[in-house]
């Protein structure tokens, strides 16, 4: 399944169908081993992908200095739940997933709900964790731009004064 713009999607099983050479390009993608490998690869993501941002929004966790300190985690952590909740939902849900007139696109739906032991609502629940954390990295990011101009002010005038400090130590007024 293959998402093209803001809620079109396109199932390649059935689209490519009548294309020979599409076809076999999807030959060795739609291998139950494949399948199974992909599907169980998302569905552990699922778990730990739950327990990394619930602890991520207990509280006092996700501070300014947090997010400062550790921006690239933070950030891949947020991806990571992206892709994990778009191709639960695009190879999970009912109405988008697959085309129930090819027995080629029933097996694999059935193959994938199977593999990933499908529970909507730990999906939901990654759904809701997510937009939470995404939501409060977004309001820390705010702050801390926010709070810019006077770190900078600040750092500028304790610069200011140490350079002040050290040209009057190595000029010979101060002791």
């Known amino acids: 399944i293959v998402n093209i ?20 390009a999807l030959a060795n993608t739609l291998e139950p081993s494949n399948v199974r490998e992909c599907s169980t690869a998302h569905a552990s993501y699922l778990g730990k992908l ?9 509280e006092g966790v996700l501070t300014k200095n947090y997010l400062m ?9 947020a991806r990571e739940c992206n892709v994990t909740l778009r191709w639960l939902i695009l190879h999970t849900a ?5 085309c129930e007139s090819l027995k080629k696109c029933k097996q694999i739906k059935d193959q994938v709900l199977s593999d990933t032991e499908h529970s909507e609502n730990k999906v939901l629940d990654l759904l809701f964790n997510t937009a939470q954390f995404e939501n409060r990295v ?8 926010a709070e810019r101009g006077d770190k900078w002010e600040e750092g500028k005038k304790e610069s200011f004064t140490r350079v002040k400090e050290l040209s009057e130590v190595f000029g010979g007024t101060k002791s």
């Open 5 to 24: 713009y803001m809620g079109i999607t396109v199932n390649l099983i059935e689209v490519w169908e009548p294309f020979k050479a599409a076809r076999s």
């Open 50 to 58: 739950l327990k990394s941002t619930g602890d991520m929004l207990k």
């Open 69 to 77: 300190d550790n921006l690239a985690r933070v950030l891949s952590l």
């Open 94 to 98: 009912q109405q988008y997933t697959f």
């Open 138 to 145: 977004y309001e820390l990011f705010k702050s801390v731009l």
